[in-house]
């Protein structure tokens, strides 16, 4: 199956992929960085999956959310009827303007109702621990509750016919099966349980009003959003799906609910993404505090104080979900990886990488919040000064860039012009925001560090800023130089900038984020750059060639509005880890780009 014939659910703690076969294919229960239970997206349905779909083959299948919600709608039509699957995680009862407190046990629902004629359905639920590894202890229990456990975690399956009585279920190869037919009118219910191996029985969920719980709160939360805007659909998808994204225990904010769906087929690049990265997590925070979303941003300020603590020299680029600094690498042998690409990777061995934009990306994102009114207290403003030295001290030392290819330690230009906008932001936090101390010394740095930039990196010759001091290549990291205000769009070393990214980086009209040497090596396209291109020219004049852009590139987003990382134009198909948080944040910041510039 395709990358963009999933959609996901989720409850704020974590989230599963559901494919347009009915087959769910991806679930880290109990929150995003825990083993999978349901592995097959990254091997075969013996690694786990859980599928109620029609008996008939080839149904004719459509889907969508249910209004502006997470609630997930898919319908089959077949020689002898329609019938309706609608999944959900719930996420608790709303009672106050705040993030409804975190559920004792998560929980995975899917209704089955019968729409036009009959149905015959089939269910299979084969939970296989441990990432698809560890095959499990099943058995029932005395309420007539299908269960299933190993190692440390236990999941309960809980039926209802029509007539209330629990579903028959068959028990084989420690799975579980069932056949049934809905008519019209009538409506099935499968409520599946996550504890722990050594808590009691957890009491069967109120389906119904679980339901309306969940519809209640993301329709309540997306009210919340300020866009009113030309692509309103597209812009609040995108937002539900970064909030989708947040650890509402911690505040913290993963890249993506998915590990080592690669960036090319077979190519070897493959990672796990189920983790807090600064940078998106900041970006990510600017772009829900823009639309309305503070509550999201003084969450993720605490968890940023735990996670960084207060030494700045052990700043890392990223951290787990509760602030966890130790993210070791590892490969999942047993998997075969998304149609043969190897290696299954958990862990990621970036998190020890030195890469100084990621100050830049902190210090805008704590004045981005704090201008939005929300409070800090001592040990931020301590904490956006202590990162303030320490980067005062390193940016002249080369790092890891953006991309994070590994052992490659440069001086990229990306990277010192985010060591410029740390020191620009301390500066003007100082002078607009109440944080203590002199701005003057803050702005010497951050001269001097615009001063290298413009006589390092950039090409006289080329007519453009290149992706390293020296380098004769460019990078589509570039494009953010005048988001963040380092130069105007219209300086003729941006416009030129942007020229030679589209002369040297496009791939049938879409944005590589670098250049690559071989064939076997040919990026796809980073669908974050093209959207940074997109507000890149709309600003120096060429509006209509922006536009035509954006509605190419939402024209990539699935049925459900959710975006991959990458795309290969010579497949046509999503890659990359998904739903892609970067990629959402983009898409928000170039439509408001585009609202917001008439001309």
Excluded at 75 to 83: A, D, I, L, P
Excluded at 219 to 224: D, R
Excluded at 338 to 344: D, R
Excluded at 519 to 530: H, P
Aim: charge should be negative.
């Amino acid at each position: 199956m395709k990358i963009e014939d999933y959609g996901m659910i989720g409850d704020c703690q974590t989230a599963a992929l559901v494919g347009n076969d009915g087959s769910i294919d991806w679930l880290c229960w109990p929150d995003f960085s825990s083993p999978a239970c349901f592995s097959s997206l990254l091997g075969t349905e013996k690694n786990g999956h859980w599928q109620i779909s029609p008996v008939e083959k080839e149904p004719k299948v459509s889907r969508s959310y249910l209004g502006s919600t997470m609630i997930l709608e898919t319908k089959f039509e077949t020689s002898t009827g329609v019938v309706l699957v609608v999944d959900f995680m719930p996420i608790g009862k709303l009672h106050s303007e705040e993030m409804p407190q975190p559920r004792k046990y998560s929980d995975l629902v899917r209704m089955v109702k019968g729409l036009e004629g009959s149905v015959e359905m089939q269910m299979e639920l084969r939970p296989r621990f441990d990432y698809g590894r560890t095959m499990p202890w099943t058995g029932l229990t005395e309420s007539g509750a299908w269960y299933a456990y190993a190692g440390p975690a236990k999941m309960y399956l809980r039926t209802e016919q029509p007539d209330g009585v629990e579903l028959p279920i068959e028990r084989r190869d420690e799975s579980a099966f069932a056949k049934f037919t809905v008519s019209a009118g009538q409506q099935y219910c499968f409520g599946l349980t996550h504890c722990a191996v050594e808590e009691e029985e957890p009491k069967r969920i109120d389906i119904r009003r679980a339901f309306d719980e969940t519809e209640k709160f993301w329709t309540w939360w997306n009210s919340k959003s300020l866009y009113k805007g030309k692509w309103k659909k597209d812009v609040d998808r995108s937002l539900m799906t970064l909030k989708a994204l947040t650890y509402r225990p911690s505040g913290g904010i993963v890249a993506a609910v998915t590990t080592s769906l690669p960036e090319v087929i077979g190519a070897g690049r493959n990672w796990d993404y189920r983790y807090c990265w600064l940078r998106d997590g900041a970006l990510t925070l600017e772009s829900l505090v823009s639309m309305g979303h503070n509550f999201e941003a003084q969450n993720w300020q605490q968890w940023l104080l735990r996670s960084v603590g207060s030494d700045p020299e052990q700043l890392q680029i990223m951290y787990g979900i509760r602030g966890d600094r130790h993210l070791p690498e590892f490969e999942l042998p047993w998997l075969a990886g998304y149609e043969n690409s190897l290696p299954v990777r958990v862990g990621n061995a970036a998190s020890e990488q030195a890469q100084l934009d990621v100050f830049g990306e902190v210090a805008d994102a704590l004045y981005c919040i704090k201008g939005a009114g929300i409070e800090d207290d001592e040990n931020v403003q301590r904490m956006r000064l202590e990162l303030a030295r320490h980067l005062a001290k390193v940016w002249q030392e080369p790092s890891s860039n953006i991309w994070e290819q590994r052992n490659d330690e440069k001086d990229f230009t990306y990277s010192k012009v985010m060591a410029w906008v740390g020191m620009d932001r301390t500066a003007k936090a100082i002078e607009e925001q109440g944080l203590p101390g002199d701005p003057q010394p803050w702005r010497e740095v951050r001269d001097a560090i615009f001063k290298e930039v413009c006589e390092e990196a950039f090409d006289q010759s080329l007519n453009c800023f290149v992706q390293s001091y020296g380098a004769d290549t460019v990078d589509a990291s570039c494009l953010l130089m005048p988001m963040f205000g380092f130069l105007p769009f219209k300086d003729p070393r941006i416009v030129g900038t942007i020229e030679m990214i589209e002369k040297m980086l496009m791939n049938d009209g879409l944005v590589m984020r670098f250049s690559t040497v071989t064939e076997k090596t040919q990026d796809s396209c980073f669908l974050a750059c093209s959207f940074w291109l997109v507000e890149c020219l709309v600003e120096i004049g060429r509006r209509e060639d922006a536009e035509k852009l954006f509605e190419r590139l939402l024209g990539l987003q699935n049925d459900l509005g959710l975006l991959p990382e990458e795309y290969d134009p010579k497949l046509q198909r999503a890659l990359g880890n998904f739903p892609q948080a970067l990629t959402h944040i983009a898409l928000i910041s170039a439509a408001r780009r585009l609202d917001e510039c008439k001309t």
